[in-house]
């Protein structure tokens, strides 16, 4: 009996250890999702229409939850590897102003220092490589799309490809709408000086993004708050930094509403219009980096230095 009790045991701590959450993660599955469907909802009208239709709107929106699945024990290497993509905490990344647009840049810069860029994170770094292969993708659509003699499944394949992009794309844009993904106050205020007597323990994370954004917010909602669409101007990576640093400024704010105890059950009104701002934010930003895509793949490319 007690070899038996001991190995369901060890069944049950090794399920245990492979199904706990990493932590970290941005919006939760409902967040993501709605995201990316809301900013596939209202591409405009010249994207096209195999990234407008309903399979790529369903494509898309599965695909926002996509690199949190990748985060898990069960695939440990890739879990460390992609990680910091998810963050970057601004407190740490000011230091290196400013930030250049190249991630070895960055991470060989951070080394110099004896520093680790894991540490501080990789976010507009992967954003921006990922809106960089859809900008690809879509050029590559164009010329196929241009052409007489089109192999139709390559122009199929290549459609499925910027579809990908996009859904994968709306993960890391979701991420930097919310707050904690901008800070090392990330779950817990961690720096010494806390005049607000801001909760040090774990926990603050999940309560914003997960239940209560699942239980409380509907897409109606955020679609209401979203931005008049814009194509970006300028360069890409500066106007996702400036993302970030507004999102930064909102850290106080989710503490603050966490502290009132405004993220337990049905929170308040202006906790849940707070949540329903941020995600409306990341699925306005989303929309706008694809059309932009759209746009900006009508240059040619430029040939490799």
């Not at 579809?163 to 890391?172: C, D, K, P, R, S």
């Not at 607000?196 to 699942?214: C, D, K, M, W």
């Not at 999102?247 to 949540?275: C, H, I, M, Q, W």
């Amino acid at each position: 009996m007690r070899t038996s009790l001991s190995k369901i045991a060890v069944v049950l701590t090794l399920a245990m250890q492979l199904l706990a959450p990493v932590t970290g993660y941005g919006w939760g599955n409902e967040g993501h999702r709605m995201i990316n469907r809301l900013a596939a909802s209202n591409l405009s009208a010249d994207v096209p229409l195999f990234l407008r239709s309903p399979d790529a709107l369903d494509q898309i929106e599965y695909l926002g939850p996509e690199p949190d699945r990748w985060r898990s024990h069960a695939e440990a290497e890739l879990s460390a590897a992609q990680a910091p993509e998810h963050f970057l905490d601004l407190e740490l990344a000011e230091a290196f102003q400013p930030l250049p647009h190249r991630r070895l840049d960055f991470e060989a810069e951070v080394f110099s220092q004896g520093q680790r860029p894991e540490k501080i994170g990789l976010q507009p770094w992967e954003t921006v490589e990922v809106w960089q292969r859809l900008k690809a993708a879509l050029r590559e659509y164009r010329r196929l799309s241009a052409s007489k003699r089109v192999n139709e499944k390559d122009l199929v394949a290549v459609e499925q490809a910027a579809i990908f992009y996009a859904g994968w794309l709306g993960h890391y844009v979701g991420d930097g709408s919310q707050p904690l993904h901008t800070t090392k106050n990330y779950d817990g205020w961690v720096q010494k000086d806390n005049p607000n007597e801001f909760s040090t323990g774990r926990g603050i994370h999940l309560r914003f993004e997960g239940p209560f954004v699942a239980a409380n917010l509907a897409p109606a909602e955020v679609a209401r708050k979203m931005s008049t669409p814009t194509v970006l101007q300028g360069d890409i990576f500066e106007s996702y930094l400036a993302y970030l640093r507004h999102s930064f400024t909102l850290v106080n704010t989710v503490y603050a509403f966490d502290k009132a105890g405004a993220f337990e059950k049905a929170g308040t009104p202006e906790s849940r219009s707070f949540a329903i701002e941020r995600l409306a934010a990341g699925a306005s930003m989303l929309r706008d980096m694809i059309d932009t895509a759209w746009v900006e793949s009508a240059k040619p490319a430029q040939d490799r230095n």
